[in-house]
């Protein structure tokens, strides 16, 4: 499996931007679909987006979509999110995932990262 580690987060007022990244060793990146979720306390994992292994094709959870945008650099082993125009509702800890699909379903991911805490506050 792929290692994964996240960075990036921290406080942000409503209407800033952060920047994620997520850095991937031990296995070849290039094969791996990516996805970003995030879970708030108390409530259950979602989705936020998903990008395919060549970086051709993407796709976003309708509450972050014009907001965020999700990217990698293959020759960096890396993915990014840019999250622009924040919201308190945007508040959560920030995981990216590795796995054989393009997809939303985070189950079907095989290797997740520790995640990175975005606190947006109003």
């Known amino acids: 499996q792929v290692q994964l580690v996240e960075s990036g987060g921290g406080l942000v007022q409503a209407g800033g931007s952060l920047r994620l990244s997520c850095a991937a060793s031990?296995?070849?990146?290039?094969?791996?679909?990516m996805g970003w979720f995030r879970q708030a306390p108390g409530k259950e994992r979602e989705f936020v987006a998903a990008?395919?292994?060549?970086?051709?094709?993407?796709t976003y959870a309708d509450s972050v979509k014009g907001r965020f945008t999700i990217s990698r650099d293959n020759a960096k082993n890396t993915m990014y999110l840019q999250m622009n125009s924040l919201e308190p509702e945007d508040t959560a800890v920030y995981h990216c995932?590795?796995?054989?699909?393009?997809?939303?379903?985070?189950?079907?991911?095989?290797?997740w990262g520790q995640g990175t805490q975005v606190t947006v506050s109003s």
């Open positions: 990008i395919n292994w060549s970086g051709t094709d993407t």
């Open positions: 995932a590795a796995g054989g699909r393009f997809t939303v379903v985070g189950s079907s991911y095989n290797s």
């Open positions: 031990g296995r070849t990146f290039s094969n791996y679909n």
